[in-house]
DNA sequence: TTAACTGGAAAA
DNA sequence: TTTCCAGTTAAC
């Protein structure tokens, strides 16, 4: 340990040495002698561009789309070089580049593109934007010799075409695809059908056609199983995953990958909407009402927005698939911008199940012993029934156990003494917990009443678990939600409690299906708690055997409610269209161009007062949205579809000329993707 | 962090 | 009017 170091350790010690040394002060490159650098600055006014000079001894190795390092202001920053030139139009002097970090060109002419797009649509920087869009560098990862994708011959474009048959307009878009045109889509699947499947064959109709494809899935299961699609059709080593939690280094592999040209086809969540593929062909996004499409950084984004400006840019096609179509695609299709493809009424009827609706005030079942539960009859009987066939899905919206409590006298939701969140229950028979602050209330007291014992007015799916497993005694129950997801279960039959978007799969489809606590999803704050609804109650119905093979659907909720009528008749297109001429009569998204700034009641004024709106331009607003002990606040301002890029404009600008006055950036939150 | 710029006061 | 200096601002 202290003897002294040996060769090896005095060769690394000295390249070391070499490496911290200032470069060499030597002349510029004497070719384009200039780098003009996208610098990952946090300040808004300063969101273009820096040319500083090219020493001759990083000539070589700063080539467009590298990560470089710059002096700015004093300090090393990292940066994207963008563009070799001869001359800069800075009339100072400039600096040279520091360093270039790497020689991998991550940063490609079209995403830096999209870049700015997105930035100028959100009102954000193209820094923020990119932070979203080249992941982290993970050297050993770029060092690595990738392993030959293996050749395939691509299907048949008639096997391809026939996977879209049932669909109207279907096969001729596939045929497009293959063609190499750019054909627009807004796609509603038949219930049942392996939608993952029909992706994979308009990525290899793509694919024929010499062009990459670019797919945006909800979650990790779902990319799973267009993973799983593409390998049955292409074979392996064709398309790569691409999602956040594959960890850094799978995360780096998969991107340099695509951004290489070894893979022409990715699958992956939100954040992959911004990969580097090649000569672009599709875009396609699977159910793009999905929340978790909303970025949750600045500048908030969002992936069906990102496809369809990458779509428009890089002349892509482009398809939108969902079981119910949100109120957005909806609009592309009364816009004429993209074309609806779906099945013929007929085909949908035979494939869908029956739906009912079992009122909420129907005859309760007695709270006796054995059915302690609020279960309409109607329910029970298809339940049972159902149960001799196969598994029955029972879909809950809510999570854990009693995820709120209030006081059992005077009704008042329950609040933590601590910090006044509020109290649920994770298990039966444990004491009640803060959800904010994870205190136990073990002494509750009503602050209003001075009652002291609580009930459930929410009930949560793993009490639904609890209660279904005694009415059903004989019967398996496998429950599904929160950090415990179950992604397939077999065709036994069985009680399958499911919160929304963890819905397993079953080969065959449910038996039947329950729809809970309806009231609950309708009731949610915002203007899109119908669609939102509509989205996750056709979701689950589409899990279950069409009507001709004993599929049902239970629906406990209010009989009247549009988007429940919208799910009896299996009639989402007619919905949303209704919806979305509403939205517009109310001058909402996406008719109308919104956008929230939220900060300190304070800050907020002084916004007001700087912030120079464009004509045309309503505020609605301020009003206190303060969360905890924060106080927040929040305007609204809103404008039509046409005058967007205006309002963006002044939204960026009012942040450039805080950053510039050294005051903290505000909140901005273009199309927000609900107003709680 | 720091070079360039600004404006105000003193000197001529 | 010129020069100096301190505080400000932009940042390649």
Redesign the pocket.
Known sequence: MTSAPDHEQLASLKSEVRKRRPQPVIGPASECPVARVLVALP?AH?DRP????VPAGLHAQAQPGCRVK??????DVAGYLVERREE?D?P?????LRTVVSTEPVLVPAVRELARLVADRYAGTVADVLRLAVPPRHARVEAEVPAKPPTSSPPASSLLTEQWAAYDGGSAFVARLAAGSAPRAVWTTLPGDPWPERFAAAAAATAAAGRGSLLCVPDARDVARVDTALTALLGPGQHVVLTADLGPAVRYRSFLAISRGHARIVVGTRAAAFAPVHDLGLVAIWDDGDDLYAEPRAPYPHAREVLLLRAHHEGAACLLGAVARSVEAQSLVELGWAAGVAASRVLVRRRAPQVHVAGEHDHELERDAVHATRMPRRVFEVVRAALADGPVLVHSPRSGYQPALACSACRRGARCERCSGPLGRSAARTAPQCRWCAAVADAWRCPYCRGTTLRAPVVGALRTAEEWGRSFPQTAVVSSGGDHVIDEVDSRPALVIATPGAEPRVAGGYAAAVLLDTWQTLARPGYRAGEESLRRWFNVAGLVRPADKGGRVVVVGEPDAPALQALVRWDAEGFVSRELADRTAARLTPAARLATVTAGPDTLTDVLVALDLPRHVEVLGPVDVSDGDELMARVVVRTTRERGRALSRALQQLQAGRS?RKLTSVRVQVDPSDLG
């Open positions: 300040l300063l820096f040319d500083y000079t710059v002096r700015f202001a004093g300090r800069s800075h100072g002097r400039l600096a040279p510039s």
